[in-house]
T-cell receptor, first 116, second 114 residues
Framework: SAVISQKPSRDICQRGTSLTIQCQVD?????MFWYRQQPGQSLTLIAT?????????ESGFVIDKFPISRPNLTFSTLTVSNMSPEDSSIYLC?????????????FGPGTRLTVL | AQKVTQAQTEISVVEKEDVTLDCVYETRDTTYYLFWYKQPPSGELVFLIR??????QNEISGRYSWNFQKSTSSFNFTITASQVVDSAVYFCALSEAGDDKIIFGKGTRLHILP
């Protein structure tokens, strides 16, 4: 499986500011995903990011709040805009690896965000 | 609609005991995929296993084993001779053929007590 890194690993931010999270992969992948995990909760898909096209957002998530870039096959960013305490979560990127028997998603280490 | 239910919110067992984590899923597709992930306190999500709907063979990997029963729509995970390092939140998940989206259960927090 590919090696996935995220920056920053954690951050504490003030209300109203924005934070950009980076996801770097050591091999080229077509599909990358961004998830949010609110405290004590499960993972929820924010959007799917394919290189060369606009990200596809899930219900409840909008581009103005969570703009995503996918400039190449090894990199993506997620910005959390105009943050509020409710945005405090772990944000994880993942990539899809196609194997002999199908696809599996592997996850980055996550970015732990606290908004004051 | 897809749904994954992990009824056990939290489990505590003493080290060396066996423990089973339950997972029940719902899907209308005949082709689907089931997953288990481990999330230790550090926060990263570690892939454990992927099972295709057409493969009902149970799987064993070291102290880990998985029991897939299509008749009851269950995909349970057993840890044998548990160790403190097994303490984590474990997520069961489901995706349907042709859909890259993974639906996660709410997770089971497992405490292994020394």
């Amino acid at each position: 499986s590919a090696v996935i890194s995220q920056k920053p690993s954690r951050d504490i931010c003030q209300r109203g500011t924005s934070l950009t999270i980076q996801c770097q992969v050591d091999s080229q992948v077509t599909m990358m995903f961004w998830y949010r995990q609110q405290p004590g909760q499960s993972l929820t898909l924010i959007a799917t990011a394919n290189q060369g096209s606009e990200a596809t957002y899930e219900s409840g998530f909008v581009i103005d709040k969570f703009p995503i870039s996918r400039p190449n096959l090894t990199f993506s960013t997620l910005t959390v805009s105009n943050m509020s305490p409710e945005d405090s979560s772990i944000y994880l990127c993942s990539l899809e690896v196609t194997g002999g028997s199908g696809d599996t998603q592997y996850f980055g280490p996550g970015t732990r965000l606290t908004v004051l | 609609a897809q749904k994954v239910t992990q009824a056990q919110t939290e489990i505590s067992v003493v080290e060396k005991e066996d423990v089973t984590l339950d997972c029940v899923y719902e899907t209308r597709d005949t082709t689907y995929y089931l997953f288990w992930y481990k999330q230790p306190p550090s926060g990263e999500l570690v892939f454990l296993i992927r099972r295709n709907s057409f493969d009902e063979q149970n799987e064993i990997s070291g102290r880990y084993s998985w029991n897939f029963q299509k008749s009851t729509s269950s995909f349970n995970f057993t840890i044998t001779a548990s160790q403190v390092v097994d303490s984590a939140v474990y997520f069961c998940a489901l995706s349907e053929a042709g859909d890259d989206k993974i639906i996660f259960g709410k997770g089971t927090r497992l405490h292994i007590l020394p």
